[in-house]
């Protein structure tokens, strides 16, 4: 999964050993996403990656993350991994990042007879098939 979002906060490095004797270690931040209702997701990198990860607070980025759930004493955890990050080049309130819009019919052409309404859609009824002698009252 891959989503833009600004640095906010670096929580640091957490190290630890694991069952079986070996040493692990991850980094921790807190990223704000962009949009009309921005959310805040705490990111790790965990392993050898997280030396690579130069993650600094105030700059914008583009993450591709995995995110994995685990269960411990009944209760569910989130984890959210980082494993690609890139710094944006372009502020995303100025129109960068990904366009979601709608696909729009050309102006002065309305959709219609022999056009689908989105690209790859081919279900659809034009208005030279439909008769009042189909209707099921």
């Given at each position: 999964?891959?989503?833009q ?6 929580l640091g490095?957490?190290?630890?050993t694991?069952?079986a004797?070996n040493?692990?270690r991850k980094k921790e931040?807190v990223?704000e ?13 965990f392993?050898e ?7 600094e607070?105030?700059?914008?980025y583009?993450f ?6 685990h ?6 955890y989130?984890e959210v991994s980082?494993?690609r ?12 990042g990904?366009n979601?819009q709608?696909p729009?019919a050309?102006?002065g052409?309305?959709y ?6 989105y690209?790859?859609?081919e279900t659809f009824v034009?208005e ?5 002698e189909?209707l099921?009252?």
């Amino acid at each position: 999964m891959d989503f833009q979002a600004k640095c906010i906060q670096y929580l640091g490095e957490v190290t630890g050993t694991s069952r079986a004797g070996n040493p692990w270690r991850k980094k921790e931040w807190v990223v704000e996403t962009f949009g009309q209702y921005p959310k805040k997701v705490k990111i790790q990198c965990f392993g050898e990656k997280s030396a690579l990860m130069n993650i600094e607070p105030g700059r914008n980025y583009n993450f591709a993350v995995d995110l994995e759930s685990h269960e411990y004493n009944g209760r569910w955890y989130t984890e959210v991994s980082v494993y690609r990050v890139e710094e944006m080049t372009n502020d995303p309130s100025m129109g960068g990042g990904f366009n979601h819009q709608q696909p729009q019919a050309p102006v002065g052409q309305p959709y219609g007879n022999n056009q689908a309404p989105y690209p790859g859609n081919e279900t659809f009824v034009s208005e030279s098939d439909s008769s009042d002698e189909d209707l099921p009252f």
